[in-house]
């Protein structure tokens, strides 16, 4: 039920997380350079598992203790609230900018969540659901449509080069929340588990070139114990 996105340098430690999943998974390997494309056909390819959920997590994620069964549990209760979209992770330096959503889950503000920028985007913003897609968590149901929505909405990529998870978001939100125009603000369908189950390794430099990615990207509510 899960993908593993991975660079040819960081191969073994996608090797050593599949290892540690404790659930079928898959590699999916980029070779081009283009993390936007490789998280599209992670999507696309981790549909391929018959499951109710589907996910794609990164190669340098941190796994708290017992993570399958947690992760099982944490998808039954996310089945009873009806969410069909989760994260297991929120960067610590978006903290503020996530509000209540029930006793164990945060989501984002959009009306308080900062603007992306991209010179390519000729002033158009993108206010991101998703505070990190370390380890996001989809219903299949729902994730296989976003191969289409990336069609349609190529030149969204181009105009956000490097930027995948705030699009994948904006999928979420049209999807679930009717949203013709995806720059509004109506409130996030995506829910993030609190505490988190996953950190991201302070270990290893960031894959993507932009100094947003230079600053420490851990969790601030990440636990081992978690539950």
Not at 50 to 63: E, S
């Given at each position: ?110 009306r308080r969540m900062p603007p992306i920028h991209r010179a390519e985007a000729g002033g158009q913003i993108l206010r991101s659901a998703l505070p ?41 939100n049209a999807r679930l929340g009717g949203a013709a125009d995806l720059r509004s ?43």
């Amino acid at each position: 039920m899960w993908a593993v996105v991975t660079i040819p340098p960081r191969e073994a430690m996608a090797e050593a997380l599949i290892a540690s999943l404790g659930e079928p998974a898959l590699e999916v390997l980029d070779v081009r350079g283009d993390v936007q494309a490789n998280h599209i056909r992670a999507w696309r390819e981790v549909c391929s598992f018959p499951g109710r959920w589907v996910g794609v997590i990164q190669d340098d994620a941190v796994l708290c203790d017992d993570f399958a069964a947690k992760v099982r549990r944490r998808l039954g209760e996310a089945e009873e609230l009806g969410f069909q979209a989760i994260s297991l992770y929120s960067a610590a330096h978006l903290e503020p900018y996530l509000e209540p959503a029930g006793a164990r889950w945060r989501r984002v503000d959009l009306r308080r969540m900062p603007p992306i920028h991209r010179a390519e985007a000729g002033g158009q913003i993108l206010r991101s659901a998703l505070p990190g897609e370390q380890c996001v968590l989809l219903r299949r149901d729902l994730a296989v449509h976003y191969g289409e929505f990336a069609r349609r909405h190529a030149d969204l990529y181009r105009r956000f080069p490097g930027v995948h998870d705030a699009i994948l978001g904006s999928f979420v939100n049209a999807r679930l929340g009717g949203a013709a125009d995806l720059r509004s603000s109506g409130a996030s369908q995506l829910y993030i588990a609190y505490p988190n189950l996953v950190d991201h390794r302070t270990d290893v430099a960031s894959s993507l070139a932009h100094p947003t990615h230079a600053r420490p990207r851990s969790s601030a509510s990440f636990s081992r114990a978690a539950s």
